[in-house]
């Protein structure tokens, strides 16, 4: 890690007709970095992560990029500046194969057209960056299967290629273990490992384990503050931290890997 912020809040805040979910949070993200934002449910994670992606416009505080003030931009401005999300919820297109759906985020950077209506030379000249990119996130079997009937982990694997393909300075990562069994969690933190080797990651995760193993440093959030930061074995041994996982000062923060 360089040391050097490439994406910072200060005073970070969303008000929802007088709830507030995120409240005078600062964040400091280093380069080069994997960052990871916990905290048991309700504690504003995901209108955080909103709030940086800029699906939702913030109350108060404002957000800075690359040292570039963002807080007014709109998500795809954000997206072309290199900062880029991925979803819970896995967001490819489920009847093109992997192939296809990679060589679609190859095309959005030409520019202001998907080429929908181009000859097929026009586009298969995409193909070897598009097989180079599955090839790097081990779909290379997978080239030309429906993302349809590709198994959950590789269809998580498939979404992170057409992120990377978008070529990113940073990811946002929302839960990318989710619903994983355990192999598919170890393909996917050595995937996200070697892609932080030249980009920033911030990622939500519940599973604790996942976030000891491959965090540098992890914010933990509780309705809507931040209430510790620091790598894991920092935050795990705060008694606040405890206190809103477990509802006890007892215990390892841990607990059985999830939150």
């Not at 759906?101 to 209506?117: E, K, M, P, T, Y």
């Not at 070897?128 to 269809?155: H, W």
């Not at 839960?175 to 990651?201: H, K, N, Q, W, Y």
């Not at 604790?208 to 041994?237: M, P």
Request: aromatic residues 6%.
């Amino acid at each position: 890690m360089s040391g050097e912020a490439v994406l910072e809040t200060e005073d970070l805040t969303k008000d929802f007709a007088g709830f507030v979910a995120v409240r005078s949070v600062n964040l400091c993200i280093t380069r080069g970095a994997i960052h990871a934002m916990i905290g048991p449910n309700g504690a504003g994670k995901t209108t955080c992560f909103n709030l940086l992606s800029k699906f939702l416009s913030p109350s108060s505080g404002r957000i800075i990029f690359d040292g570039r003030d963002i807080t007014s931009l709109r998500p795809a401005d954000v997206a072309r500046l290199g900062l880029v999300r991925s979803f819970q919820i896995s967001a490819v297109f489920s009847h093109l194969t992997v192939l296809e759906n990679v060589r679609i985020a190859l095309q959005r950077r030409r520019g202001g057209s998907f080429d929908f209506w181009r000859s097929k030379n026009v586009l298969r000249a995409l193909d070897d960056r598009a097989r180079a990119l599955i090839d790097e996130v081990g779909l290379g079997p997978y080239a030309d299967v429906a993302a349809v009937e590709l198994p959950y982990g590789r269809k998580r694997a498939l979404e992170i290629a057409t992120t990377i393909a978008l070529e990113p300075k940073m990811l946002l990562l929302d839960e990318p273990m989710s619903g994983m069994a355990r192999e598919d969690i170890e393909r996917i933190s050595t995937l996200i490992r070697s892609f932080a080797v030249d980009r920033t990651i911030l990622m939500v995760e519940h599973n604790l384990s996942v976030v000891a193993n491959l965090c540098d440093r992890i914010t933990v959030l509780s309705r809507g503050e931040v209430l510790a930061e620091g790598d894991y074995r920092t935050v795990s041994a705060d008694a606040a931290v405890r206190e809103a996982y477990l509802g006890t000062g007892q215990g390892d923060a841990r607990g059985d890997g999830h939150a």
